[in-house]
């Protein structure tokens, strides 16, 4: 049964998602696809609203994105006046900080995050999927880490040291260093996902992924995420990621005063 998702019927009104709760899934979608599902600071205050209110009846929560592309990564418009409005990185890094905390949300959601892809995944749409416990992906779903080339550092959401961890460090410095795209196949082969599948077929893979986990007993599966998390962040010795934002506001800085005029 489709139900109105208890953190809207407290009155929350979301600009660009839209989220229903069937049973004991939660769906969230990232719903501005006329500006192919960017991230922007509206995106995110939305997404965190929504992780953050941690109904314990939800078991799953998937996220997807309307129109043609999961997420064309950051709004790169909105960035440039983050920089017009504080050249010193103040907006950067107030929005670095807040990507941070989202994707700390779906990591430490005791829900399981299923990421549902297709189209572009790109930069913050990438950091946001890899922040998810699985990924599928429709067979034509293409994946890019641009930043390089923008001129930015990997550094949005603790991405990095979450591709290091998941793909390992010789493949993740190539994709990084070089900022091509690649297709569902080879990031299949990467574990960047789980499986691909053909795109008529991608919800009815989520539900199957999805079953089993709501017949598991709910204190089970929380502990065995926490677990999961736990040990994964065990490998990571030296995680610098909570400099994100800090590093991030330094660089666009940086080559914002460096630009010409």
Same mark, same amino acid.
């Given at each position: ?60 929560? %998937? ?48 829900? %399981? ?15 946001? *999927? ?45 994709? %990084? ?26 919800? *009815? ?57």
């Amino acid at each position: 049964m489709t139900t109105l998702p208890p953190v809207l019927r407290h009155g929350l009104q979301l600009k660009t998602l839209r989220v229903h709760q069937r049973d004991a899934v939660l769906s969230i979608e990232l719903n501005t696809p006329e500006q192919g599902n960017v991230v922007t600071d509206a995106a995110l205050d939305d997404l965190r609203a929504v992780l953050e209110h941690q109904d314990p009846d939800i078991r799953v929560i %998937v996220l997807s994105g309307a129109g043609d592309d999961f997420c064309l990564g950051g709004d790169r418009t909105e960035f440039a006046e983050h920089l017009l409005e504080d050249p010193a990185g103040g907006g950067i890094r107030a929005s670095g900080i807040q990507a941070r905390r989202v994707c700390d949300a779906l990591i430490s959601h005791p829900a %399981v995050t299923i990421a549902r892809l297709h189209g572009k995944v790109i930069g913050a749409g990438f950091a946001l *999927a890899l922040a998810c416990d699985l990924r599928i992906a429709a067979e034509g779903a293409s994946f890019r880490l641009p930043e390089l080339a923008l001129g930015l550092p990997m550094a949005w959401g603790g991405i990095l040291p979450r591709l290091l961890n998941e793909v390992g460090a010789a493949r993740a410095r190539e994709l %990084v260093l070089t900022g091509r795209s690649f297709d569902a196949p080879e990031a299949l082969s990467l574990s960047i996902l789980h499986k691909v599948v053909p795109a008529e077929d991608i919800d *009815a893979a989520v539900t199957a992924w999805a079953r089993p986990i709501l017949r598991r007993p709910p204190t089970a599966l929380r502990v065995t995420k926490t677990l999961l998390n736990s040990y994964t962040a065990a490998t990571r010795l030296a995680d610098t990621s909570a400099l994100d934002a800090e590093l991030m506001a330094a660089v666009a800085a940086e080559t914002h005063r460096a630009r010409p005029v």
